[in-house]
């Protein structure tokens, strides 16, 4: 299977020198083995997670199915 050349590209990102020594420090005797594979692993963990809550964002449409219901059984008026 032949690689896409996008995934061998690659940029530079400035960190901190002391969030740097506490992030290499931190992966000591971990599966990674440098400190751009751990921010990386990172940053993908966070916007995975910001994806996953934008598609739990509830539409008008099921708010108001929501409210609709609650109402049914009492609990809003």
């Not at 590209?9 to 931190?26: C, D, G, H, Q, Y």
């Not at 940053?43 to 934008?54: A, F, P, T, Y």
Request: proline share 3%; no cysteine.
């Amino acid at each position: 299977m032949k690689e896409d050349k996008e995934d061998k590209k690659f940029t530079t990102v400035s960190i901190p020198t002391p969030l740097a020594e506490k992030i290499k420090k931190r992966i000591k005797g971990t599966g990674f083995t440098s400190l751009s594979s751990y921010v990386t692993y990172v940053l993908r963990e966070v916007i995975s997670g910001m994806d996953e809550e934008e598609d739990e964002v509830f539409t008008k449409e099921d708010e108001k199915r929501v409210k609709d219901r609650l109402r049914a059984l009492g609990y809003i008026d």
